[in-house]
């Protein structure tokens, strides 16, 4: 049975840069099937997709955080990580990672999100 | 960026009752929603991708339907369990995936 496991800080100032890892067990990072992802949800509020990266290491980003946000995968370790610069307040929010399962029989590809971490709160405050 | 708009934002519901969500995308989609349910302190569940595509393991009770921009998920008897939070997501757009806000189900 596939799991991932969010790990990071789960405390951290301002301005500082976030990093979290997800590391999966059950299964192999390095399938073409699947995109790896991360997903926040701030408090008591909806869900928010940052950014989804592939084994190979191509990965695509949330245009409104595009600019602060960085993912990459070490597929030795089975694990993959996301950088986040700048943190404010507004970050504050449970982390998640997931994986996407991807269907390339169609253009564009179908895909959802059928695996999820226990996600990772991450507070930012001063 | 493709906006989704769920509605209602919550709903009031008496176990065995027949519930219905709505999810409304800005643009046309096709087929290319899905539908999480969440628990509090709890990570999303797909219940149902590709508009209506039940995931594995999931009662069959839960149905989607749709395509183009309007979309709905259906719980033909509503049970204890499935007291939680419904959101939407489309992956048309896979540079931008997007959620709905979602819809809270509360027990009547």
């Known amino acids: 049975q596939l799991q991932l496991q969010a790990s990071g800080p789960g405390l951290m100032k301002p301005s500082e840069t976030l990093s979290l890892t997800c590391t999966v067990s059950?299964?192999?990072?390095?399938?073409?099937?699947?995109?790896w992802g991360w997903i926040r949800q701030p408090p008591g509020k909806g869900l928010e997709w940052i950014g989804s990266?592939?084994?190979?290491?191509?990965?695509h980003y949330n245009p409104s955080l595009k600019s602060r946000v960085t993912m990459s995968v070490d597929n030795s370790k089975n694990q993959f990580s996301l950088k986040v610069t700048s943190v404010t307040a507004a970050d504050t929010a449970v982390y998640y990672c997931?994986?996407?399962?991807?269907?390339?029989?169609?253009?564009?590809?179908?895909?959802?999100?059928?695996?999820w971490g226990q996600g990772i709160l991450v507070t930012v405050s001063s | 960026d493709i906006q989704m708009t769920q509605s209602p934002s919550s709903l009031s519901a008496s176990v065995g009752d027949r519930v219905t969500i709505t999810c409304r995308a800005s643009?046309?989609?096709?087929?290319?929603l899905n539908w999480y349910q969440q628990k509090p302190g709890k990570a999303p569940k797909l219940l149902i991708y590709?508009?209506?595509s039940l995931q594995s393991g999931v009662p069959s009770r839960f149905s989607g339907s749709g395509s183009g921009t309007d979309f709905t998920l259906t719980i033909s008897s509503l049970q204890p369990e499935d007291f939680a939070t419904y959101y939407c997501?489309?992956?048309?757009?896979?540079?931008?995936?997007?959620f709905g806000g979602g819809t809270k189900v509360e027990i009547k």
């Open positions: 997501q489309q992956s048309y757009n896979m540079l931008a995936l997007t």
């Open positions: 643009q046309s989609i096709h087929n290319y």
């Open positions: 590709a508009a209506s």
């Open positions: 997931a994986r996407r399962t991807t269907s390339f029989g169609v253009v564009p590809p179908m895909n959802w999100f059928d695996r």
């Open positions: 059950g299964g192999s990072l390095s399938s073409s099937s699947y995109y």
């Open positions: 990266l592939y084994y190979s290491g191509s990965a």
